[in-house]
């Protein structure tokens, strides 16, 4: 009885998530399979798949990839948009809810759409949101129909100058913005880079076992097992996963400078790693000296002679728990202005 009322629900859920979308966002989904990259290549300036109602996003690429036009920043959204789509469509293929579009002029065919949309510059590439309230016209060759999502509002994305991947974390970042849906950007081959790093990282350890510092040859293993558990769990606890997926820039600019935190509670810089880990070993080393000194012999003999000398450490100490505490806490508040428990606000 359980599992047959399991099965129930189950049946239907698939068929509710089904029926939420539209019979044309299903077929623009089977649509962007059927073409490389997931990115809907348009031809004979024909957006008939796109015209109507709405209940999906679609992004518009128009471009030129043709050689005589020589466009660089075209060449290199190509393979920008290909990151994105690919990387959305693994998380995101049942949804529905997205469908790229390249139109390109190296098809002489989509000259009449560049006319009518009345573009003299490329590359330009478009947000439309849904749109329910469009009219579904009878004909379904009819001119206007066709072009009419370019009577929309939409939202423009400004292509920046920057490296490959700063664009595509940029692109992601825009439709997820918008779209309200997280993008993990995907790499080519997972595999390549896995086997690269792992030769490498192998490579190091190989290196520094058999050439490196005393220092380091001399350890016990006990001791560097123990040491890379704690850089591995610093790694883990200041959200190096995360910046990994994202692909997050080290640190950002503005006009006024470099930006070192991030403003958001759901986001963050590469060098807050290292910050917030530095802060987590500065705290954890001024405990473990504040349980030293409270357990502290004093002697003639010994390094403190004299408790007044110790009580005066203690208080110091207790001085640089707090500060680091309210660095930390500091960190936070730029990214959650509203938390509860801050210490003194230092930044």
């Not at 890379?228 to 200041?238: M, N, R």
């Not at 003639?300 to 806490?329: A, D, G, P, Q």
Request: hydrophobic share 45%; net charge neutral; with cysteine.
């Amino acid at each position: 009885m359980i599992v047959a009322s399991a099965l129930f629900y189950v049946i239907f859920f698939l068929i509710s998530a089904v029926a939420s979308s539209s019979i044309r966002a299903l077929r623009l989904t089977e649509e962007s399979f059927l073409h490389q990259e997931h990115v809907i290549s348009i031809t004979n300036s024909d957006l008939s798949l796109v015209s109507g109602p709405r209940d999906y996003y679609v992004l518009t690429v128009l471009t030129s990839t043709d050689p005589k036009h020589n466009c660089k920043v075209c060449t290199e959204l190509e393979s920008v948009v290909a990151r994105v789509s690919n990387s959305w469509f693994s998380d995101y293929a049942g949804s529905n809810l997205l469908f790229i579009l390249s139109i390109d002029i190296v098809d002489r065919t989509n000259i009449k759409l560049f006319d009518r949309v009345q573009v003299d510059s490329v590359p330009h590439v478009w947000l439309f949101p849904p749109n329910m309230n469009k009219v579904d016209l009878e004909d379904p060759e009819a001119e206007k129909k066709d072009l009419s999502i370019f009577e929309d509002l939409h939202y423009e994305y400004k292509t920046p100058q920057a490296p490959f991947d700063d664009q595509a974390l940029e692109l992601a970042r825009f439709l997820s913005d918008n779209i309200q849906k997280p993008i993990t950007l995907r790499q080519k081959d997972p595999m390549a880079t896995f086997i690269k790093t792992f030769s490498l990282t192998l490579a190091i350890i190989i290196l520094i076992k058999k050439k490196g510092p005393a220092f380091i040859t001399g350890t016990p293993k006990k001791q560097i097992i123990m040491l890379l558990a704690v850089a591995f769990i610093l790694c883990c606890v200041c959200g190096y996963q995360f910046c990994n997926m994202r692909g997050v820039p080290f640190v950002a600019r503005n006009e006024k400078g470099l930006i070192y935190i991030s403003g958001g509670a759901h986001y963050q810089f590469g060098v807050e790693i290292l910050l917030v880990a530095a802060n987590y070993s500065a705290l954890a080393a001024a405990l473990i000296l504040l349980l030293w000194l409270g357990s502290y012999k004093v002697g003639r003999k010994t390094l403190i002679t004299e408790e007044s000398t110790k009580f005066v450490l203690i208080i110091v100490m207790n001085f640089v728990l707090y500060l680091l505490y309210s660095t930390l806490t500091s960190i936070f508040l730029r990214k959650e202005p509203n938390y509860p428990y801050p210490f003194t606000k230092l930044f």
